[in-house]
C-alpha cells in the first residue's frame, strides 16, 4: 500500500517488496450483532462458579468533528443477561460518561474523543475484565458503523502489519508482517545516509549512529505463539541482519531488506483471530516478499489464490511485481516454493527459486501488477482480476477474462476512466460486481458499478458505468503523536447478512524512541459498512 507518496518499492536485485506508504483503519457494528462483541469468560480464563462472561460492542454517535461512540456492555452469569451489577469503565483517552443501567443485563456509557487515534476502553465487573479499542478517524460515510481494531493477542502485536485480507465468509483473517518498525523504510536515507552511495545509505557503517536502532532493532514477536515459523536466518544476534554483503559499488554498501511473513488466523467463537499458520517461500533470510492475497473459497476448506510476487531470477518480461496463484488448505502452512542462496555478495544472493505458485496467463507482465483481487461470479469462476501500480502509474487497472478459464485463457486488459484513476494515487482494488472500493490517499473511497444503467454500454473502461467517489474512511494524514495518519487495504467479508469491512490503519506511535523521525504503526481494524 502506498500514502502520501510513499510506495512500495522493490529492493535493489530482489524480489523482496517493501511498503514506502502507510495504512489504515475500520471497525466495529451495531451493539446486537457484532461479529467481534468480544466474551470472556472467568476472571484471566478461570473458571468460577457461577461463570461471568463479558460483552462489548461500540456504536459511533455522527456529528461534527470526531464522533463520539457509546459503549454497550452485557453481563452474562450463566449465559444470562443480568442485571444489578456494578460495571467499572477504564478509558485513558477522551471524556467520559458515567456507567449507565440500560436493562436486560446492558450497561451504556459514552466516551467522547478530543482527537484521533486508538482509544482503549476496558470494562470490569466481578472480576472479569474486557479490552476493546475504538478507531476514532476525522471521516465516515453514511451508514458506517463504530470502527475497532482487530481484537485478541494474535493479530496485532509489536511489529507491523500491513496487506489486510479476509476471506469471503469471514472466518480467515491474513496480514502481512514484519518484526520491525515500519518507519525503518523511508528512515533509512536519513539514519545511514553516505554520499559515496547513490541511493544514499552505508548499512555497514550505520549501527551506533543516532537513530540506527529504528534500522536494526527487531520489534515484535518472531516466534510461537504468535509467529511460529518466521525466517530463521532474518534476526541474527537479536538484530536485524538485512544483506550486509550485497554491496554495489556506488549504489549501496550493504542492502536494507526487511523480512517479512504472510500470516493467516482463524476466526474463534469470541470473534478473535488465532491459530496462526503462515504461507510463504521456504527462503530464511525472508528476502522474497510476496504481498497481497486474494482468495476465491471452494466451500470445502481449500481455495485458490492470487499474490502479487517478482521473480528476478525468472521475471515475465520486466523487474516488477507479477501475479501469480495457487491453492492452499486454509489454516496449514503453505509453502510458495523453495529458495537457495549462492555464494556471491557475501552469500547474500539467491542461487535459485523453484516456486510452487505459476504467474497468470497475462498477454503481458509489462509494469507492476500489485495488490490482486480476484473477481468472480456467482458460480465462483474468476472472470477479472483487479490490480494495482504502486511504482509509477499510481493508478488501478483489470484484467477481463474473455475466453477460456482461470489462470490461463484470455485475458484483456482495461483502464478504468478518470473517475476511477484521478489524479490521487489508487491502490488495493476490491470489486465487488456492482462496486470498486479502494485506497485513495490516506482514504478509503467507493465507486458504484452499474454496467446497465443509462447510457453505460457496459465494460469497466466506460466512465458511463461509474457512479460518484463515496468515501467510507478518512484520514487526514496527522502527524501528533497518538493520531492516525490514514486508513488503506480494504477487503470485504459478509457475515449472516452484514458486511463487514477490513483494513489496515496507521498510528502514530506513542512514545517516539526516535527524535525528528515520525514513528508511523500499522495494524488491522474493522468495521460495519452498509
Known amino acids: 500500500m502506498?500514502?502520501?507518496?510513499?510506495?512500495?518499492?522493490?529492493?535493489?536485485?530482489?524480489?523482496?517488496?517493501?511498503?514506502?506508504g502507510v495504512a489504515a483503519v475500520i471497525g466495529c457494528s451495531s451493539p446486537a450483532s457484532s461479529p467481534d462483541a468480544g466474551i470472556v469468560d472467568g476472571p484471566e480464563g478461570v473458571d468460577a462458579?457461577?461463570?461471568t462472561a463479558l460483552e462489548m460492542t461500540m456504536t459511533r454517535m455522527p456529528g461534527n468533528g470526531v464522533d463520539p461512540f457509546v459503549v454497550t456492555v452485557t453481563v452474562l452469569v450463566d449465559g444470562v443477561p443480568t442485571a444489578g451489577k456494578?460495571?467499572?469503565?477504564?478509558?485513558?483517552?477522551?471524556?467520559?460518561?458515567a456507567v449507565t443501567d440500560a436493562g436486560g443485563g446492558s450497561y451504556q456509557f459514552t466516551v467522547t474523543p478530543s482527537a484521533t487515534g486508538v482509544h482503549p476502553v476496558s470494562v470490569a465487573v466481578d472480576g472479569v475484565t474486557l479490552t476493546r479499542k475504538a478507531i476514532v478517524l476525522d471521516t465516515y460515510g453514511t451508514g458506517v458503523g463504530q470502527p475497532m481494531a482487530v481484537p485478541g493477542d494474535f493479530v496485532n502485536t509489536p511489529g507491523y502489519e500491513d496487506g489486510i485480507t479476509i476471506t469471503p465468509d469471514g472466518q480467515y483473517l491474513f496480514v502481512q508482517y514484519g518484526p520491525l518498525y515500519f518507519s525503518s523504510i523511508p528512515g533509512v536515507r536519513t539514519i545511514c545516509a553516505d554520499a559515496a552511495y547513490e541511493i544514499g545509505y552505508n548499512l555497514n557503517d550505520c549501527a551506533g549512529r543516532p537513530n540506527s536502532g529504528l534500522v536494526f532493532d527487531p520489534i515484535g514477536p518472531f516466534g510461537a505463539p504468535e509467529r511460529p515459523g518466521f525466517h530463521a536466518g532474518a534476526i541474527v544476534g537479536g538484530r536485524l541482519r538485512h544483506l550486509p554483503g550485497f554491496v554495489i559499488s556506488g549504489v549501496a554498501n550493504g542492502l536494507l531488506a526487511p523480512?517479512?511473513?504472510?500470516?493467516?488466523?482463524?476466526?474463534?467463537?469470541?470473534?478473535?483471530?488465532?491459530?496462526?499458520?503462515?504461507?510463504?517461500?521456504?527462503?530464511?533470510?525472508?528476502?522474497?516478499?510476496?504481498?497481497?492475497?486474494?482468495?476465491?473459497?471452494?466451500?470445502?476448506?481449500?481455495?485458490?489464490?492470487?499474490?502479487?510476487?517478482?521473480?528476478?531470477?525468472n521475471n515475465l518480461g520486466d523487474d516488477d511485481a507479477d501475479i501469480y496463484t495457487g491453492t492452499l488448505t486454509l489454516g496449514e502452512d503453505t509453502s510458495l516454493g523453495t529458495v537457495t542462496y549462492g555464494p556471491a555478495f557475501g552469500g547474500d544472493s539467491s542461487g535459485s527459486i523453484v516456486p510452487t505458485i505459476q504467474p497468470v496467463g497475462f498477454p503481458s507482465h509489462a509494469g507492476q501488477q500489485g495488490n490482486p483481487h480476484l473477481a468472480a461470479n456467482s458460480s465462483g469462476e474468476i472472470t477479472s482480476i483487479w490490480v494495482d501500480d504502486e511504482i509509477t502509474a499510481h493508478d488501478v487497472a483489470v484484467y477481463r477474462l474473455t475466453a477460456g478459464t482461470f489462470p490461463s485463457g484470455t485475458w484483456l486488459r482495461e483502464e478504468p476512466p478518470p473517475i476511477i484513476s484521478t489524479a490521487e494515487e489508487e491502490d488495493q482494488p476490491f470489486f465487488t460486481g456492482t462496486e470498486l472500493i479502494l485506497s485513495r490517499g490516506a482514504n478509503i473511497v467507493a465507486h458504484a458499478y452499474t454496467p446497465t444503467a443509462g447510457a453505460c454500454a457496459g465494460g469497466f473502461s466506460n466512465a458511463a458505468c461509474w457512479g460518484a467517489?463515496?468515501?467510507?474512511?478518512g484520514g487526514n494524514g496527522h502527524t501528533g503523536?497518538?493520531?492516525?495518519?490514514?486508513?488503506?487495504?480494504p477487503t470485504i467479508a459478509t457475515i449472516g447478512s452484514k458486511r463487514y469491512l477490513y483494513f489496515v490503519y496507521v498510528e502514530v506511535r506513542d512514545p517516539q524512541r526516535f527524535p525528528g523521525i515520525v514513528d508511523y504503526n500499522l495494524d488491522a481494524g474493522f468495521v460495519e459498512i452498509p
Open 86 to 97: 456494578t460495571v467499572s469503565a477504564t478509558v485513558p483517552r477522551g471524556a467520559t460518561t
Open 481 to 489: 503523536v497518538g493520531e492516525l495518519f490514514g486508513v488503506g487495504e
Open 2 to 20: 502506498r500514502l502520501n507518496g510513499w510506495k512500495r518499492e522493490r529492493a535493489v536485485g530482489f524480489c523482496h517488496t517493501v511498503l514506502w
Open 469 to 473: 467517489e463515496q468515501v467510507l474512511l
Open 49 to 51: 462458579a457461577p461463570r
Open 259 to 313: 523480512p517479512t511473513m504472510l500470516y493467516g488466523f482463524k476466526r474463534q467463537s469470541d470473534g478473535t483471530f488465532a491459530e496462526p499458520f503462515h504461507v510463504a517461500f521456504d527462503d530464511p533470510k525472508g528476502i522474497n516478499g510476496p504481498f497481497g492475497l486474494s482468495f476465491v473459497l471452494d466451500g470445502a476448506g481449500r481455495a485458490t489464490f492470487a499474490v502479487a510476487w517478482n521473480n528476478f531470477l
